[in-house]
């Protein structure tokens, strides 16, 4: 769905995937990528907050959610639908910080990541990986956040409030999904393959 204009995104996949590069190869060495992802979680969450807070104030009652795959029509009320996403939101957000903190503390035999030998060693890895872990699922948070603010705006779209902006969720859906599973792949570098994350950091063992 195009909005406001017959203008072409597609220049958008293929810059989002030279940004996520860029990301993936410069960060690690030249920025804190802690302090820059941390920035990004809490921006992502104030922004869908400040979309929600919006589509609550201009929309009509009753707001209607169409749910394509079961093709159901929901009709909810103002209430209904800002405590549905705020409880959204907050869920989504709340399990990962959650699986963020509990998965690191687990035994090594139940940890589900690479070279969970090295990251158990001893509480000096342990708290990398905490770090780190932590780290990783604020990300997968940045992108449910920004899967959520695409769909708001596109029940703000369906209940006849248009943007005053360009908006194509398919474009847009598909970026972050592009973005998406380049995270999950990170997921393999960060605590396996890429030696920088472990093979290369001397920890010296308390045993």
Known sequence: ?????????????????????????????????????????????????????????ILQPPVTLQIDDVGGVFNLTKNGFFYLFLAAIVVLNGILLILGTIIPTLPEAFLPIPKRKFWAKNQTTRRM???????????????????IMVYLVSIQIENGATPKFPFNVSILSTIIWILLVGWLILFFAWFGINKTAAEKVKVKSKN
């Open 1 to 57: 769905m195009l909005i406001n204009g017959n203008k072409s995104y597609s220049f958008l996949v293929p810059l989002s995937l030279n940004l996520l590069i860029y990301i993936l190869f410069y960060s690690s060495t030249h920025f804190d990528m802690i302090k820059f992802i941390k920035f990004i979680w809490m921006l992502s969450m104030v922004a869908v907050m400040g979309v929600l807070l919006y589509e609550n104030t």
């Open 129 to 147: 990986l905490l770090k780190n872990f932590k780290l990783w699922t604020k990300g997968i948070g940045i992108f449910i956040n920004l899967f």
